[in-house]
Structure formats: C-alpha cells, structure tokens
C-alpha cells in the first residue's frame, strides 16, 4: 500500500472516498476507428474528501500532456441558452458594480470571447486570458484582446504589473479544471484591483451529491467544490466571500462573489443561506459523503438491468450525448456496443469515432433516427428535455427516453 494521496488545498492526508469508479480512459479521449485496436491509457479515477479542508478531488494521476494535447484545443458551439446566460451576467454585473469606460473586465479562460463581447459591446475594456493560441485568435478577431496563458500567480503578477489588474475578474466553470488551485487563487488575489470582484461559477457539489451525479466526476476535473471549501481556499489566499447565488446550469450550480479581505463589499445573504444549506446536508462532516457509492452502484445495477431486459425483449437501446459525463457512467457501469450499439452526437467532430472504454460508435444524430430505435438513452441528463424536443420523431414510433441519473427513468 501506497501513502494516502494529500490534499490539492491544504496538504492534508486523504483517507476518506467519496467513490472509486476504478481504472477508466480520459472521458474526452475519443477513439478514431484504425485505432479501434489499441488499447486505452487507462487512470485511477478516484474522488476523495479532505477532511481537514473538505475539497473533494479526485486523485491527480494524469501526465499533463495526456490532457492538453492537440486534441484538447475545441470551439465550443455554445447554446442559444448558454449565450443567453451570459449576456445577463454582463447586464448585471455593470448594473450592480456601475462599470464603465475607466473599469477593466477580465476573464479566465475566456475561449472566444463568447462572455467579454458583450462587456466591450458596452464599451467597457476587457481582457482575456486563454490557453488555447487558436481559440484567442478567434477572439481577437471579434475585438475581444486576448492573452495566451494559463491563468495562475505567474501571468496575473505580470498582467497587473502591465496595469491590467481588474475591477470585474470573471470564471466561468474553469476552477474545477486547474489542477494548482492555490496557484490559481493567490492568481486571483494578486490580479484583483482594491475594490475589485471575482465571480466564480461551478456545479455545486452540494446537488452533485444529492442527485447522484457521479458522471460530473471525470480526470479532468480535478475538484468537486462546496461553498464551504471555497471558502477554505480565499481565505488562505487573503479573499473572503460577499455573495453567493444559486444557479440552474449543470444540475445546479453556484455563483461565488468574493473579493479582497480588507474590500467594503458587504455581506449579502446569500452566503449565510448556502453555508446553511450545506451544514444541513453535513458537508462539513465524514456523513455528508458516506451514502454515495451505495447510490451511485444502484445508478449503474439499475441501468445494467435495464439494458439486459431490453435486449432479451429483442428491443433497441442506442445512446445520445457523446459527452465526458456519458462516458464516465458508461465505462463505470461497463457498457460496450453489445448493450449500446451507437451514441448519436451533433458534433461532427465526434461522428465517425468510437468512446473511449466501450468503443461505441459515434453517429450523426440522422442515423439514429433511421435505426427507429426502441429506446434513447439520454446521456447529458441536464439537457434531457432539449434533446427529447430534437428527437420528437421517436415518439411517432411509440418510442421513448431513457435516463439514468439520478434514478433509472422510463419516459
Ligand atoms: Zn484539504
């Protein structure tokens, strides 16, 4: 027996599993077909709880260049919803904060300037930090200024050095993916003008354990976060928290308001209520993460049973949603062709190669249509409803939806 893997946060030991989903291959790994044959890189994927600071992680055991290589670089193809979300934010935050033309916006992963166009659309100067060199080239060219980094103490030192410290510093759903989350933190601290906020956004683990959401867990991300272990994290880095709100994206997420210790932002309501919410659920107690891998092998026995029964019925079942999450459940659970003969996806990207793990073929979402399946098991459960709507057609075969987070459901 090795030592006990240490906390990404405060260093502690960690000897309490929130649930071991055994070996598995990078969930965004897909596979193209002459490689059909080789077999996956395959890591412990492991989620623990430090129970010094209570950050959930899953154990970093993935050579950096095993995620970040040519394949990682994407363009996401944003939703109509997604876009909404953001234009909202951008109408708040300049409302709430008065930001203008003297304010600097800056976001963290900021992709193609999908967010700050609609900060500069207002003429307030914005920034992006981006890793990806094609992803910022394509920000640029909407107007949005863009710098190739990873975000972290080192490039926020030298953007504030270079007088682009921030009055508004915006996340989005990338905390979760920096695997030095104390670099990324004291980044924040160091970049932050006196007066300055930082809004963060993440899947509320608070709801990913309540709704079994154990699909969320996935080598690339690295934590799994509590407001109260937000919490832990700031402090340490001289930041304190002014606001939470509850958010519906992902299955249920929070928006962190936080700014420097010594700010004269006032504490809102907000964060007592969810700092309430999660001591009720003992987030900050071993029981609050005892249960779960008793929920999540009844999510996979569930979902195993009713693929055999389907088959011995002489039913189709064929997936939709070749996403990490689908991935993570159905490598898990052990689904290969035999159970799952294709998963539908609209990227085209994706069409053509097979899962990682199962080694499911990926199709358009056409072709499923034409099988006529019996059933479609709808993987990304959080757009469970978006896709029923796409896929209308099935029901005038009398066939229907499947899911299986965060109980096995039939509709
Ligand atoms: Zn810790």
Redesign the pocket.
Known sequence: MSAAPR??????ALELTLVDLGHQPLSNANVRPEDAGSPDRVFALHARV?E????VQVDAVVPPDAIFNDDYAYFSSYSESWLEHCRTYATEMTERFGLGPSNQVVEIASNDGYLLQYFAADGIPVLGVEPSANTAAVAVGKGVPTEVAFFGFGTATRLAAAGRSADLLAAKNVMAHVPDINDFVAGVAEILKPEGVFTVEFPHLLRTLERVQFDQIYHEHFTYLSLLAVERVFQRHGLRVFDVQELSTHGGSLRVFACLAAAGHTEAPGVAHVRALEHAAALDARAGYLDFTAKVEKVRDDLMSFLAEARAAGRTVLGYGAAAKGNTLLNYAGVTASELPMIADRSAAKQGRLTPGGRIPIVAPETLLEERPDYVLILPWNLRDEVAEQLGDVRAWGGRFVTAVPSLEVW
């Not at 906390?7 to 502690?12: E, I, N, R, T």
């Not at 010094?52 to 950050?55: G, I, R, V």
């Open positions: 906390c990404l946060g405060c260093g502690a430090c010094e600071c209570w950050l």
